[in-house]
């Protein structure tokens, strides 16, 4: 079993910027794929980025690229969302994921462990 905790979301003015935590307990997570997906009130679960943990490559979702950017930290079990430059639009539930796999992935099906997720409100 995988456990994944969010933190870092809150509230934001447009054009700032927020960094997204998401630790993993219960298993190291070497051999798994991250993703940060995001909900809007209304809207369906939008993929924003994944990256193999071992090496596997990274994704960016179009819509975001050039303003998020995922990383991770091995030794710490954590994976980041980096976020620039943020809009109004941005503004819903984040939540990361993982999936034992070998290559990054924008699958949602695919993900069988998620985190509870963490509000982000960019006011205008």
């Known amino acids: 079993q995988v456990q994944l905790v969010e933190s870092g979301g809150g509230l934001v003015q447009a054009g700032g910027s927020l960094r997204l935590s998401c630790t993993a307990s219960g298993r190291t997570l070497s051999m798994y794929t991250m993703g940060w997906f995001r909900q809007a009130p209304g809207k369906e679960r939008e993929f924003l980025a994944a990256v193999n943990m071992n090496g596997g490559g990274t994704l960016h979702a179009d819509s975001v690229k050039g303003r998020f950017t995922i990383s991770i930290d091995n030794a710490k079990n954590t994976v980041y969302l980096q976020m620039n430059r943020l809009k109004p639009e941005d503004t819903a539930v984040y939540y990361c994921?993982?999936?034992?796999?070998?290559?990054?992935?924008?699958?949602?099906?695919?993900?069988?462990?998620w985190g509870q997720g963490t509000q982000v409100t960019v006011s205008s």
């Open positions: 994921a993982a999936v034992f796999l070998r290559y990054a992935t924008s699958n949602a099906g695919l993900y069988n462990y």
